[in-house]
């Protein structure tokens, strides 16, 4: 190791060399994101309305609406929810996208397509779909959102409602996997083991 210079000195004199590594592996991680399908999101919203008993605050009956949610959420992703959302037939889902798996693919395909996720401190559950068919990805959160709104008293119980406040709202753009992100990270991921090496020598 060369103690001539300090680490600080080291990584500034070799900046560039820094840089060209960071900007390479940039380069290859967005490129070999593109390599993987590449999927839209989209988002529904429900709200989660505890009935309020005679005495109870309204603290106690939202945070009952999150762990409500947060209940769902996990419930969602299951192979029973996953049947009753195949049985709502407002939304045009083509199924056969699921069907055509074996049965472990299939779970696993559709806990990987929805993400629903508790927006804290409203009561309120995003319900995400992802699909490689911006029209797919949408009708698939629809019909989730619908699901978990008539068949509410199945999981919960009948002292709750559950209402639609925002439809499907699809990205203009895939998300998932995002080569920007993909690439940003690697490009930072490169540059710093470019100075660990540097500092190393």
Same mark, same amino acid.
């Given at each position: 190791?060369?103690?001539? /210079?300090?680490?600080?000195?080291?990584?500034?004199?070799?900046?560039?060399?820094?840089?060209?590594?960071?900007?390479?592996?940039?380069?290859?991680?967005?490129?070999?994101?593109?390599?993987?399908?590449?999927?839209?999101?989209?988002?529904?919203?429900?709200?989660?309305?505890?009935?309020?008993?005679?005495? !109870?605050?309204?603290?106690?009956?939202?945070?009952?609406?999150?762990?409500?949610?947060?209940?769902?959420?996990?419930?969602?992703?299951?192979?029973?929810? /996953?049947?009753?959302?195949?049985?709502?037939?407002?939304?045009?889902?083509?199924?056969? /996208?699921?069907?055509?798996?074996?049965?472990?693919?299939?779970?696993?395909?559709?806990?990987?397509?929805?993400?629903?996720?508790?927006?804290?401190?409203?009561?309120?559950?995003?319900?995400?779909? /992802?699909?490689?068919?911006?029209?797919?990805?949408?009708?698939?959160?629809?019909?989730?959102?619908?699901?978990?709104?008539?068949?509410?008293?199945?999981?919960?119980?009948?002292?709750?409602?559950?209402?639609? !406040?925002?439809?499907?709202?699809?990205?203009?753009?895939?998300?998932?996997?995002?080569?920007?992100?993909?690439?940003?990270?690697?490009?930072?991921?490169?540059?710093?083991?470019?100075?660990?090496?540097?500092?190393?020598?």
């Amino acid at each position: 190791m060369d103690f001539s /210079y300090s680490p600080g000195q080291r990584i500034a004199r070799s900046k560039n060399l820094i840089i060209v590594v960071g900007i390479i592996c940039g380069v290859l991680a967005g490129g070999i994101t593109l390599l993987f399908p590449l999927q839209y999101r989209s988002d529904a919203q429900v709200y989660i309305l505890s009935q309020a008993r005679f005495g !109870v605050d309204p603290y106690t009956v939202a945070k009952s609406g999150e762990r409500i949610a947060e209940n769902l959420a996990q419930v969602m992703k299951t192979q029973d929810f /996953y049947e009753k959302t195949r049985a709502e037939t407002s939304y045009p889902v083509e199924w056969t /996208y699921f069907e055509s798996k074996d049965v472990r693919k299939k779970k696993k395909l559709w806990e990987k397509t929805i993400a629903p996720s508790v927006v804290y401190g409203t009561s309120m559950l995003t319900i995400s779909a /992802y699909h490689g068919n911006p029209a797919q990805a949408a009708a698939i959160a629809g019909a989730v959102a619908d699901t978990a709104v008539k068949r509410t008293a199945e999981y919960v119980g009948g002292d709750v409602s559950i209402r639609i !406040v925002d439809n499907p709202i699809t990205t203009r753009i895939p998300v998932r996997p995002n080569p920007l992100i993909n690439a940003l990270v690697g490009a930072v991921a490169g540059m710093l083991l470019a100075a660990f090496a540097v500092v190393r020598r």
